[in-house]
């Protein structure tokens, strides 16, 4: 019994070899075959048939393909052009706000100043790094054909900007109060303090050539003394330039000095106002 069950797996185990042989030689005899197809075909340019019979099969659904791509990247730069207008329109709409409110904002403040102000919006400013240095230029929309003259003031709310430094037709040039250019009588809100206020770049200012006699102190604001003349250049009496940081006062000097800031943000004025006689 032990032998016959010997004898069947060995005939199984022959079996199974025969027919992977038979498995074997029928691949390669399609092979083979194949392989003669393929070159028959070659010879007689019957790939090219092919290829062209496949080409005009396939043609219908290539060119629905196509049709769908072009229509999908047509889709894609109306969707483009849409956001660049909406993106425009939100940007144009902020900066309406911000002029709205600095206008509200210099009627607000200006009631009672004895000069007209023409609004003019900053179009582009000096180089400056943000957080580090500040604009020592910016320029405005408007020019002679506005009525701009070169060396009037410009302001914003009650407190100074600069002067016109040149202009065009209509184009002009601030040059800022705290440009190294800059230099103009002043004197102190509390004690009447008479001195010179002269920029030192980047942001700074010095109140110089102020008697050693006379009072200043911290926090004290200083204002323009008044030097336009009859033609409106220069700035009027009354308009804030900054308030007292520190001071250099020494017994030995004839003058005392102190450093003076701003009380304005120069990096973020969108619009400014021009100085314009009564």
């Known amino acids: 019994m032990k032998d016959n069950r010997i004898v069947s797996l060995r005939l199984s185990g022959y079996n199974r070899s025969v027919r992977r042989g038979q498995d074997t030689f029928f691949y390669f005899l399609l092979f083979l075959f194949l392989s003669f197809i393929i070159y028959l075909l070659s010879a007689t340019d019957g790939l090219q048939s092919v290829r062209t019979i496949i080409e005009k099969s396939f043609a219908p659904l290539y060119g629905l393909y196509s049709v769908l791509n072009f229509s999908s990247k047509q889709s894609e730069t109306a969707l483009q052009k849409e956001n660049r207008e909406l993106i425009k329109k939100l940007v144009d709409q902020t900066e309406l706000r911000k002029e709205n409110q600095a206008l509200k904002d210099q009627f607000e403040s200006s009631l009672s100043l004895p000069f007209h102000l023409m609004p003019a919006k900053v179009i582009a400013t000096s180089v400056f790094i943000p957080g580090v240095s500040i604009p020592e230029s910016f320029i405005l929309d408007k020019g002679l054909a506005n009525g701009v003259k070169k060396g009037v003031g410009v302001i914003f709310k009650d407190t100074v900007v600069g002067k016109i430094g040149e202009v065009t037709q209509h184009l002009s040039k601030i040059e800022v109060i705290t440009n190294k250019s800059s230099s103009f009588a002043v004197f102190t809100l509390s004690s009447n303090a008479l001195g010179i206020i002269k920029g030192g770049g980047n942001g700074e200012m010095t ?61 973020r004025l969108s619009t400014v106002f021009i100085i314009i006689n009564k």
């Not at 004290?220 to 308030?243: A, C, F, H, Q, R």
């Open 207 to 267: 109140l110089e050539n102020v008697l050693l006699s006379e009072n200043l102190s911290i926090e004290d604001i200083v204002v323009t003394k008044g030097d336009s003349n009859k033609g409106g250049v220069g700035y009027p009496k009354g308009l804030i330039v900054g308030k007292i940081l520190s001071i250099d006062k020494k017994p030995s000097s004839l003058f005392q000095s102190a450093k003076v800031k701003s009380l304005l943000d120069f990096s």
